[in-house]
């Protein structure tokens, strides 16, 4: 089973717009992150924002905000006023306890188009 | 900017032949991720490293594949011998510990493979 599911594999947004990014999660455990990267073609993966499991308020980050509902688990990606430098692949990633330690699992992306 | 480094950025190379990539993590990250993405999915955890000791490598070939980090710096992952399969971006990442949820992993630019 899919740990992480980006239903997207693509999005259209116009500029100045918002958009939202969805991302589900599968877990049973209580303690967890929800990690969200934005990759640009030139290949290096960018740390946007974090939602801890147990945070009661969403995270934002400039113009990034994180809709995290902990009872549907989602963590939808939602970007204010899009740029044309939005323009890239983001990867929805949780990070759960497994034996021995935390390991970071990443969905299969939704890449995302801003027209001018 | 402390970045992570990685080369070399591109290789081409012939199946059966091996190949090797280097990675430089951000000084002082004690945590060091080797991931492999196949073209349209997300990164997927190879190796890990918490100083020069190996804590998660169950889902690297190990029949062709090799990684080490020697003096718990740098650290190099090897192919011999490459499979067309192995074509893929490979990504080193770093992050300061990992040991709770919160763990931002700072990426490196990643190498290309091509196997021909």
């Known amino acids: 089973a899919q740990k992480i599911t980006q239903t997207q594999p693509g999005m259209f947004v116009q500029e100045k717009e918002a958009v939202t990014l969805d991302c589900t999660y599968d877990?049973?455990?209580?303690?967890?992150?929800l990690f969200w990267y934005k990759q640009p073609s030139s290949g290096e993966m960018i740390f946007l924002i974090y939602?801890?499991?147990?945070?009661?308020q969403n995270a934002t980050e400039g113009r990034y905000s994180l809709n995290f509902q902990k009872a549907r688990k989602s963590a939808n990606l939602v970007i204010s006023a899009s740029q044309l430098g939005d323009s890239a692949m983001y990867f929805c990633?949780?990070?759960?306890?497994?034996?021995?330690?935390?390991?970071?699992?990443f969905g299969a992306g939704t890449r995302l188009f801003v027209k001018a | 900017e402390a970045e992570v480094a990685q080369s070399p950025r591109y290789k081409i190379t012939e199946k059966s032949q091996a190949v090797a990539f280097w990675c430089d993590p951000i000084?002082?990250?004690?945590?060091l991720y080797w991931y492999r993405q196949i073209l349209g999915q997300g990164p997927e955890l190879l190796v890990q490293?918490?100083?020069?000791?190996?804590?998660?490598d169950s889902q690297l070939p190990k029949d062709r594949f090799s990684a080490e980090r020697l003096k718990g710096v740098d650290s190099t992952l090897k192919i011999q011998p490459a499979e067309l399969g192995d074509s893929a971006m490979y990504l080193c990442?770093?992050?300061?510990?990992?040991?709770?949820?919160?763990?931002?992993?700072?990426f490196g630019p990643g190498t290309r493979l091509t196997v021909l």
């Open positions: 990442a770093s992050s300061l510990a990992d040991f709770n949820s919160y763990n931002e992993q700072f």
């Open positions: 877990t049973s455990d209580q303690s967890y992150g």
């Open positions: 939602q801890g499991s147990y945070d009661e």
């Open positions: 990633a949780m990070r759960e306890d497994y034996t021995g330690g935390f390991k970071t699992i």
């Open positions: 000084s002082g990250h004690a945590t």
């Open positions: 490293f918490q100083d020069e000791s190996v804590v998660d």
